[in-house]
């Protein structure tokens, strides 16, 4: 959208939750000017400690800001914050970059890119995976639909967050989440099953894991969210409520298309059902609490 970009010195990061707030510390710590804006103010407080200015409205965020990072909860919260009058498309500056790294749904991704478009903005949706680890650590698998020469120009932005992959045009990025988050979902649902398989027949599900790590069975998830489930820590990485909003966003989008994908949407039952029962701010690796709940009831043929 803009001729060539000047170089990026300020960075805006809207969102500043369990991922949005380790990205803005490692953004700062890489040298950029970060300023951050989050709905719940003392969210954002901590990361002053790390170099992080914090602004008293999103507005004010992303003024001045080369690019503006977006890591908010849901699609829904992105178009109420970024889109319409007095939005942050609408306070930015001209030849900045909006980066939208929340999950959210294609059809959003596609409508922000060209909210963005008739501002004379550029626009990259690029959502990621690696969780809270992987936020902290700057390994996030990120995930970029949009220009391919804009995911070049923001190179060095992505370069202290993760390894960057451009997946196609605007919305590509979006649907690359969905698939990875239906890969994800099955599979804590698959771990969560075999580990109560082994706990019911009389094995030690940690010597269990320990047994299959280096195997075919093993994975990240396996990994580490077969250690959640070993140890019952379910301080929330990945909320098990945002777990369910993808699944149901990657189905209905499937279901626009005309498909059926029944292993999806057996799991994503199963993540209803924990939301259902008050456990949606627990980790995604709580499914296991449902499965064991399911089972005590005797929720299965007979």
């Known amino acids: 959208m803009t001729d060539m970009r000047a170089t990026i010195r300020t960075i805006a990061v809207i969102g500043t939750g ?18 951050a804006w989050n ?34 909860s849901s699609g829904p919260v992105c178009e109420a914050v970024l889109d319409g009058d007095g939005g942050v498309i609408a306070a930015m500056r001209p030849g900045a970059v909006l980066l939208v790294m929340s999950s959210i749904p294609v059809e959003t991704a596609v409508a922000l890119s060209q909210a963005a478009a008739r501002r004379g903005l550029d626009c990259l949706d690029a959502p990621v995976s690696g969780g809270e680890k992987g936020a902290k650590d700057g390994t996030l698998a990120i995930m970029a639909g949009g220009p391919a020469d804009v995911v070049g120009h923001l190179a060095p932005v992505f370069a ?66 077969g250690l959640r489930m070993v140890e019952r820590n379910f301080k929330p990485g ?26 999806s949407e057996e799991v994503d039952r199963l993540f209803q059902a924990m939301v259902d029962h008050g456990d949606g701010d627990l980790d995604h690796s709580a499914v296991i609490l449902e499965l064991q709940r399911m089972n005590a009831r005797g929720d299965h043929p007979a």
């Open 39 to 72: 709905r719940t103010p003392d969210k954002a407080h901590g990361l002053k400690a790390r170099g992080v200015d914090q602004a008293a409205t999103a507005q004010d965020a992303v003024r001045h800001a080369d690019v503006v990072l977006c890591m908010l």
């Open 18 to 35: 369990i991922m949005g707030g380790p990205m803005a510390g490692r953004l700062a710590e890489a040298g950029y000017a970060v300023t």
């Open 160 to 225: 202290p967050l993760g390894r960057v992959t451009h997946v196609g045009p605007a919305g590509s990025g979006a649907l690359t989440k969905l698939a990875n988050q239906l890969i994800v979902a099955s599979t804590i649902c698959a771990v969560a099953e075999a580990l109560t398989l082994a706990e019911r027949g009389g094995a030690d599900p940690a010597k269990v894991r320990e047994a299959l790590l280096g195997g075919f069975a093993d994975s990240t998830v396996f990994k580490q969210h």
């Open 238 to 263: 990945g909320p098990a409520k945002y777990q369910v909003k993808d699944t149901s966003t990657a189905l209905g989008f499937a279901r626009h298309h005309g498909l059926r994908l029944p292993i």
